[in-house]
C-alpha cells in the first residue's frame, strides 16, 4: 500500500549545521538495528523492548533521545527506562552510565562479537488506558551516540495485545499483518532511520478504526481512531465529512506534501489524556472520551487536527534553523517558534473553519476570545512575544499563579494574531487579489511534492519570501510585533478583516459552550470585569495584574467565603458585579488567605464583560473570505446542528 521510508531525506542545511563537524559514528552502521517494541504489557504501564545493535571490539557509547522534536523540550524519557541489560553471545555485558551526559550508556565490546544484544523497559504512565497505547518511539530507542540520526538505519517490529489493531505511517514489510494483526504475532516494517523512526509514532487499541480520507487525494490519507469504549472510535459522519474537506483544503492552500502516506493517529479516552504532537507523516493526537462525540464537545479540539496536519508542511518539512538538530542531544532553540507554531496556530484555525470543523461564526468568537486574553496579559510590558518563544523550553505548565504577569507559551495566538495581521495586509495592499495562502505556495510548497524532508530556514530567508510575494519592509513588519514589548495585542487583523474587538455583557455562544463543557480554561470568567480567574469552589487561580482584584490586594490562592453578605457562589458573584455596576458601593469580600479570614473590598463598576468580534459595516470582510472554504466541500450529513455560514 506504502511507499517504502528507507530513502534518507535530503536536507538543504546551512553552512553552520553542516554534518560533517560530528563526531564520527563509534559503530560501523552498515547493518540496521533491530528493535522489537513490546506493547502486550501497555494495561500495565510497561513497554519492552529488545534491540540488536551492529557492534566491533572496543567501547560504544549509546544514547536514549533527550530533546524531543515537536515538545521543544528535553523530555526525553532516560527516567523511565529500566531494567537495561546488555548480552553478546548469551553473555551478560557490564555498563557505566555517562558521568555527564545521563542518557548515555558505554559498553565495552569484546573480540570477536559482532551484535549486541540490548533489552530495556519504560514505565509509561500517559497515553495510555486499558484498552488502548500510543508508542512515541523515542520511549524505547538506544542508538550510538553523537551520530547525526538520520544515518543510523533501523528496522522496527511491534508486538500488541492480541485483537488490537495498529495505526501508524510506518510502512509494515507483509501487507497482511495490517492493520489487526494475529494474536501473538510481531508485525515487521521497512527498513528505516533513527530520525524518521523517532517520527512516526504508532497507536493500537481494541477498538479500533480506519478510515481513508479524500479518497481522489494522492498520496493517500487515513485517519486511525481508537477509544475506550466501542462506539466512540466510530467517528460521526460529519466528522469525516469535515476532515474529507480538510485534506483537500490543506491542498489547496499548500500546493504540496511532504509525507508518502498521511496517518491522522486519534485516541479517545478521558485516562489517556490529551495530546496534539506533530510528525511529518502523522500526528499524535488525543482527545477526552467524546471529543468528537457532538457538536458542543467538537468546538475545543476543532482545531486539533488541522493544527497537528499543518505541521506537516509548517514544523517538519520547512523548520528553522535553529530548531532543527541532527542528533536528539543537542539543544533545538526556540526563537523562530512564532512562525513555527504561531503560523501553524493562525492556519489550522482557517482551514478548520474552511474545512467546516467549526463554523465562520464559531472561528470569529474563538478568535476573540483568544485576542482578548493576549490584549490583557499585562506580562507583555516587560517580555517580547520573542523571548517567550526563545525560553519555550521553561514556559510549559507551570502554577498558574500570576501567569498573566510571567507570560507562557504566547508565541502560539501571538503569532496568531501576526500571520492574521500579515493576511490582511498583504489583501489590503493588493485589493484582495492576494493572500497569504499565496506565500504558502512559495514558503511550504517550495519543491513541490517531496517524501518526509527537512528544509531549514533562518528569519532572513522567511523575509526574502514574503517579499518574493509582496515587496514590504516585512523586516520591520516583524521586528516590531516580535522582537519588543507591545503593551497591547497585535489587534490589526481583525480590524483589517472588518471587525474589531469589543466586550459584551453576555459571553458568546462559543464561550458559553466551553463553559457548560467546564473548559478548564475558562471557569467562571470575571477576567475582564474585577480580574481573577477562579474555581467553582471560589479559590482564585490567578489575579490580573494591575486589575480592580489586584487593586483590592487579593492574590492567587486565596479563597472567597462570602460576597455582599451571602456565601460564595458563581451566581452570588456575577450577581454583585452586576449591582455593582454604574454605583459607588463597593463588592464586599470575606476571603481566606492561608489560615486567616479578612475583608477585602473591590472598587468595580463597569459590569460584566465578555470579549467578541463586532463588524464594522462598510469595511471589507476579509475576516470571512479568509475562513471560506476553497475547494467543493462535502456537506456535512443532516444530524449536524452547525450554527451558521458554511
Ligand atoms: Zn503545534
Redesign the pocket.
Known sequence: MLCSHLRVSRQRLLPGLALACLAAPLIAQKAPIQIVADLSEAPRKLYHAEIDLPVSEGEVVLTTPKWIPGNHRPTGPVDDITGVVFTANGQKLPWRRDDVDLYEFHVTIPKGVTTLHAHLDCIVTTRLSQKMATLEWEKLLLYPANTPVREIPIQPSLKVPAGWGIGTALTPESSGAYPVPAAGSTTKYAVTNVEQLEDSPVITGEYFHEFPLAPEVTPKHYIDVVSDFPDDSKLRPSVLAELNNLVREAGAVYSSHHYHVYHFLLTLSDVAGGE?L?HGQSSDNGVGEKGFADDSHQLPESDLLS??FT?SWN?KYRRPANLYQTDFEKMQQGSLLWVY?GM??YLGNVLAARSGLKSQEQYRELLALSAAQLDNRPGREWRSTEDTAIAASILRGGNPAWFNWKRGQDYYQEGELLWLDADTLIRKMTGNKKSLDDFQRIFLGKGGDTGPEIVTYTREELIKDLNELMPYDWAQFLHDRVDQPNPRADLAGIEQGGYRLVYRDKPTKSERTLESLGEPRRGLDVWYSIGIRIGGDGVIYDVRWNGPADKARLAPGYKILAINGNIFSNDALKGAIKAAKGGTEPIHLIVQADTFVSPIDIDYHDGERYPALERVNGTPAYLDDITTARTKTEKAPAEKDKTEDE
Do not use: F, L, V
Open positions: 496534539g506533530e493544527h497537528e505541521h514544523g507554531e501553524t496556530q
